[in-house]
């Protein structure tokens, strides 16, 4: 019964830390405009980067990053020596998850918020450190060849379940003995691929935005083509 109430609190916690606005706030302090009415809608990295730029789109995915960890961080500090050894993994996991829904369905915002990436991330950096540098180059490598920002969310969401299945096959410990982190993984991926429904829906239909380098090499070759 007691440990269950660690779990209460892992879960609140982590839900606190995950639906504080990041991106609205840095918004509507830089630009005084309500980030939910600018494209998507949505209040992560890369609206925030549509709305406010470079500058805000990075401090947006820094913090929203930051906050999910700072959650499992905490979980550890105050739970380390409460609950059993076995169990303190899947307080910490709870408290991550909680902090992608925190994030999507903001308390704060009227139950609205983002598509959960970063503080995916974030929870799965705070277990495991090269989660965050795979995730840069994962994202970037989308970002700089095909060019949709869903994918990319799509595809650093099922990387973070993969790193920790061959962490717990390959026998590193504390991942091979424990699954918290493998289904914590699932559980993201399944989260964030139900916030992009609408983004697959128009990939499937050819209409999901293409950004960077190749939505140039399109405009390029929109261009070309009309001159001839």
Same mark, same amino acid.
């Given at each position: ?11 609140? !916690? ?34 925030? #980067?549509?709305?406010?730029?470079? *500058? ?22 105050? #739970? ?6 076995? =169990?303190?993994? =899947? ?6 998850? /909680?902090?992608? !829904? ?25 277990? =495991? #450190? ?14 700089? *060849? ?9 595809? /650093? ?6 790193? #920790? ?20 993984? !699932? ?16 990939? !499937? ?20 083509? *009309?001159?001839?």
């Amino acid at each position: 019964m007691l440990s269950s109430v660690y779990f209460i609190l892992s879960a609140l !916690i982590g839900y606190m830390f995950g639906a504080i606005p990041v991106g609205f706030l840095l918004v509507k302090a830089i630009k005084g405009v309500d980030l939910r009415s600018v494209g998507s809608g949505r209040t992560g990295g890369t609206n925030s #980067f549509r709305a406010g730029g470079v *500058t805000v789109g990075v401090l947006t995915s820094i913090f929203d990053v930051l906050k999910a960890a700072c959650g499992v961080w905490l979980i550890r500090a105050l #739970f380390a020596d409460q609950l059993p050894i076995a =169990w303190l993994p =899947w307080a910490e996991v709870t408290s991550g998850i /909680m902090s992608v !829904i925190g994030h999507n369905w903001s308390v704060f915002l009227g139950w609205k918020g983002g598509a959960g990436t970063a503080p995916n991330v974030g929870w799965a950096g705070a277990e =495991w #450190f090269p989660i965050v540098p795979i995730a840069i180059v994962v994202v970037l490598g989308v970002l700089l *060849t095909i060019g949709i920002a869903s994918i990319a969310s799509l595809a /650093m969401s099922a990387a973070i379940p993969i790193a #920790f299945l061959i962490l717990y096959l390959t026998g590193v410990e504390p991942y091979d003995s424990t699954l918290a982190y493998i289904i914590g993984g !699932i559980v993201g991926a399944a989260i964030i691929t139900w916030s992009l429904r609408p983004n697959i829906k128009r990939l !499937i239909q050819g209409k999901e935005r293409i950004v960077g380098p190749r939505a140039k090499r399109l405009r390029k070759g929109d261009s070309e083509t *009309t001159n001839s």
